[in-house]
């Protein structure tokens, strides 16, 4: 755990990206709050995650928007048109 490096909260809402880094090149990084309490974030390998491509992949899917059906395609053209 020593290799680990410590940041505070703030690091992690400023900035993510030097927390994610740390995690990933020393295998975790420890967050230590003004409260004193400490919480690890360590990398997993996605062997590790179960179905880890599948959970993302699924993920991805779901942020596109899907298109709507043709039917209420007409609707829609009305009601912004102001109809």
Do not use: F, N
């Not at 990206?17 to 974030?41: D, F, M, N, P, Y």
């Not at 991805?60 to 102001?82: E, M």
């Amino acid at each position: 755990m020593s290799d680990m490096e410590a940041l505070t909260v703030r690091d992690l809402d400023r900035s993510p990206k030097k927390v994610l880094q740390a995690s990933h090149e020393r295998g975790g990084a420890v967050i230590r709050s003004r409260s004193g309490q400490s919480c690890l974030i360590t990398r997993l390998e996605s062997e590790q995650v179960p179905g880890g491509d599948k959970v993302l992949q699924r993920w991805l899917h779901g942020q596109y928007a899907k298109p709507i059906p043709s039917a209420q395609v007409h609707v829609v053209d009305r009601l912004v048109s102001g109809e």
